[in-house]
């Protein structure tokens, strides 16, 4: 006698019934690129439907962020000035800073998460302070980490997410914000992040390229799994309260080893090159939008990602709740 698994697909409300992997807008976290100046509005050429804002044109993105169920942002800002100590980024009234306090202000029921690194500061795009050689170095850089983590927690972030991968960097700015009067504020730390070709559109949007060379000696390299555990458990030793895997989808077997190993909130980052894949391929109506980007987003939250970060989160919130009715 063979199994009939056909029985469970009957219907809509059967297979509604048995599913067991769920989807839900309290899950997305929604990334917003702030940039220094006014009336700014501008779409990122290479992820259409993505835009640039100044803090003073935020309110039509946010009312709509929120009316959609979404109630997590991720934010990166453009500073106008960059230099070679990423000064903009640790500036009490730097863009990051002054977007927190704008939203908290306006929108207090949003969880806000701050993007910790330097890239987007520094006059070379690198994410720390460079030697002579060009090589960037750990220790002096965790200092201006730990100085930028104080500083948005000042403005009033809910949730620290270092991203510049220096080694220590957890500890640093946990020591700082519990020196600071922080210590109820998580660090979500970016804990597996690989040097990826993925996050091409990002660097335009956030005009944070490097200038020479790559960061790969001090991101991850997708070809060594042996660091995959190394740098989670170190970070939650370090007291990261939450992991984020980044990219997400090429990634999906270390999300899933990494749920099996740490008791820990995962977060699955899809990145700005899976987005611009997705919507490049649907704009010349090659695949069909919705269905790729759900099947895909369910993918990470099977694999054991609890939380995604996503472009697509106003999308997907809209077809979940399209999906209820
Ligand atoms: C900052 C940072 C990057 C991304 C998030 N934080 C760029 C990078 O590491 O080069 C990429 C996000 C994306 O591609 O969507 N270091």
Known sequence: MFKRHRRLRVNKNMRNLVRDVYLDADDLVYPLFIEEGTDIKSEIPSM???YRYSVDRLKEELDEVQSLG???LLLFG???HKDNTASEAYNEHGIVQEAVRYIKKEYPDFLVITDVCNCEYTDHGHC?????NGYVLNDVTLELLGKTAVSHA???ADI???SDMMDGRIE???EELDKNGFENIPVMSYAVKFSSAFYGPFRDAADSAPKFGDRKSYQMDYRAEFDVLSEACEDIKQGADMIIVKPALAYLDLIAKIKRECNVPIVAYSVSGEYSMVKAAAQNGWIDEKGVVMEKIYAMKRAGAGIII?????DIAEWLREEKK
């Open 172 to 174: 640093k700015i946990r």
């Open 48 to 50: 259409p439907g993505i």
């Open 70 to 72: 979404i109630k997590t």
């Open 128 to 132: 720390g302070i460079l030697d002579e």
């Open 78 to 80: 453009i500073p106008k």
């Open 154 to 156: 000042k403005a009033g």
């Open 160 to 162: 620290i997410a270092p």
């Open 310 to 314: 996503t472009y697509y989160a106003k």
